[in-house]
C-alpha cells in the first residue's frame, strides 16, 4: 500500500468512528426521555459542526500513539486513540460554533456557521455547551476503567481553560466594536496565540497519545511542550497569513481578520514597519466592515511586503522547529513525533 493511500485509509477508520459515538450519545439523550425532536436537534448540530474539517488534530492522535507503540497497536488501542481524536474534534466544533457567534462570521468549512442555520440563532450557543459535554460522556464511556482516566479528564479540562483564556485576551485587546491599535503587539500576538491555537491543536493530541502509551514522566510531556508549542505559534501565523491571502475555496471560508479587528500577525508586523501616514491610514481603516476599508489595509500590506516577510518568517521557523527537534533527548519521547506534525503543516494551503 502507497503512502497516499494509507493515509486515506486512516482518515477512512477514524471517519467511521464518528458515527459510532454520535449514535452513543444520541442514544444517552433517548434514555432520558427526551422528545426525538431534541434528539435530531443534537444529531443535526453534531453532523455539521464536529464533521466537515480536515481532522488533523484527531488524526494525530492515532499516529502519535503509533509511532510511540512502534506500530503494534490492539483493535481496542487503535479505536480507543480514534475515540480520543473525535474528542479533540468535538472540542474543535465546541470552539468554534462559539467563536463563530463572537466574530459574526458568515461561513465555516465551506458552509453557513451554525447560528446562520435556519433557526437556530443564538440557540447554537447552548449547542456549543452540549458539544463539550459530549467529550466527557466518551470519556466516562471508554475510559473510566483506565489507571489514566483522571488525567485524561484533568488534560481535556487544563486545556479548555487555556484556550478559553487566550481566547479572553483575543477579545478583549481587539473588540470589534472599539478599534485601539495601540492595544496590538507581537508580545501580545504570541502570547494568545500559545493559549488560543497551541495547547489544543498541538499540545493536547500529542499528550492524549502519551497518557495511552503509559508515559507518565513529566519531563517527557515538558519537552513535547516546549516544542510543540512553537509549532503551533507557527501554525496560526500561517492561519493569519491564508485568512488575508489564502483562497477561500480552498480554506473553506471568507477571511475576516481584519473586518474584525483582529489581533493578527499580518497587522502586528505593518504596524512594526509603518510610517506615520501608513499608521494613521491603519487606525483608520482596519476593524471595519466596509471593502473599500479592508483594500485600503490589504494595500499597507502589499507596500509594506507583508507577504514577503512571512515568507521570510516561515523558512527561518521550520529551520528553528528542526533544530529543537534535533536537540530533543530521543529516550524521552520520539523525534518522530514531532516531524510528523511538521510534516502536516509546512506550506500548507488551508
Known sequence: ???????????????????????????????????????????????????????????????????????????????????????????????????????????????????????????????????????????????????????????????????????LLDLTTAPEDHVDLSKFSIEKHRFIVLYKTAFYSFYLPVALAMHMAGIKNEEAFKAAKDILLPLGEYFQIQDDYLDCYGDPEVIGKIGTDIEDNKCSWLVNQALAKASPKQRKLLDENYGKKNPKNVAIVKQIYKDLEIEKLYKEYEEQSYSRLNDLILQLDDTLIKRQVFYTFMNKIYKRTK
Request: with cysteine; net charge negative.
Open 1 to 167: 500500500m502507497s503512502s497516499q493511500e494509507s493515509k486515506a485509509q486512516a482518515v477512512k477508520d477514524f471517519t467511521e468512528v464518528f458515527p459510532v459515538l454520535a449514535e452513543e450519545f444520541l442514544k444517552e439523550v433517548r434514555a432520558r426521555n427526551f422528545p426525538e425532536e431534541t434528539v435530531q436537534w443534537i444529531k443535526k448540530s453534531f453532523y455539521h459542526n464536529v464533521q466537515g474539517g480536515k481532522m488533523n488534530r484527531g488524526l494525530s492522535v492515532v499516529d502519535t500513539l503509533k509511532i510511540l507503540l512502534n506500530d503494534q497497536l490492539t483493535a481496542e488501542e487503535l479505536f480507543k486513540s480514534r475515540v480520543l481524536g473525535w474528542c479533540i474534534e468535538w472540542l474543535q466544533a465546541f470552539f468554534l460554533v462559539a467563536d463563530d457567534i463572537m466574530d459574526a462570521s458568515i461561513t465555516r468549512r465551506g458552509n453557513p456557521c451554525w447560528y446562520k442555520m435556519e433557526g437556530v440563532n443564538m440557540i447554537a450557543i447552548n449547542d456549543s455547551f452540549i458539544l463539550e459535554s459530549a467529550i466527557y460522556f466518551f470519556l466516562k464511556k471508554y475510559f473510566r476503567q483506565d489507571s489514566y482516566y483522571v488525567d485524561l479528564v484533568e488534560l481535556f479540562h487544563e486545556v479548555t481553560l487555556e484556550t478559553e483564556l487566550g481566547q
